[in-house]
């Protein structure tokens, strides 16, 4: 038996045929996303775009680079155009602290409150980190060169309501003589806080200095003098060069420190 077909709509007046273009989608092109070039058979994921290519990888890590063209893939087993993903709008400009840079700022004028930290290598480190911050509120960082005379340093600096004073303490822990003395000074116009290491080199991130932890130092023995020595590093000032050039920002660091940095620069700035 013949079966009939209905051609109704499939012609226009004058005897042509009306011809359907179905619409292929258009995929963004976002990494990992799994397509396959029908001409060749290569099927992968998407690793790298621009205007002209898309970069694939199958799953045996082989690469391809196709051209850009209108319905050249399949996505999901059906054809689609990869098109380069739309990308966001760029945010706000970050200083290295994570802060929001304000752009064509003139430092402020210094306040009459200080943070002191222990030496010239913590002070480098605040400054390569939160320096667009402290410029900002006009805060100055001051190094004290250790914590023996801390108790008379507070004394001679003169805390007050207009007068804050934040201390950083490197080893920050129960039962040192740099909790002791943080203890003596404290008081409403003066915060001591810190961090748990050592020295200011350990709240770096071993990883941002190519090694997998910081060496044990014996007791007794200098602890930067006893780092260079075991990781090959020469004299502490040139340990000093390799771990402070590079942090870049305050994700370089680990969090005690930060936490501790931003508690004093909150308070002197009350």
Known sequence: MTRAHDYRGAFGADGTRHRVHKQV???AAEPGLV????????????????????????RHGAQR?????????????????????????????RSASGSVRVQGHTARTARAARIWVEGLHDAELVER???????????VVEPMHGMDDLVAAVAEFGPGPQRRLGVLVDHLVEGTKETRAATAVAGPHVCVTGHPFVDVWQAVKPSVVGIRAWPEVPR????????????????PADGARRVLGAVRSFRDLESPLIGAVEELIDFVTT
């Open 25 to 27: 989608p258009e995929v």
């Open 35 to 58: 397509v396959e070039d029908p001409a060749s058979g290569f099927c992968g994921a998407v690793v790298a775009v621009d205007n002209r290519a898309v970069t694939l990888e199958d």
């Open 65 to 93: 680079v196709f051209p850009l063209l209108p319905a050249a893939f399949l996505f999901e087993g059906a054809p689609a155009t990869l098109v380069v993903p739309t990308r966001a709008p760029a945010g706000p400009a």
């Open 129 to 139: 980190v939160w320096g667009h911050d402290l410029r900002v509120e006009g805060v």
């Open 220 to 235: 007794g023995t200098d602890w930067k003098t006893g780092v260079c020595r075991a990781l090959g590093w020469g004299e």
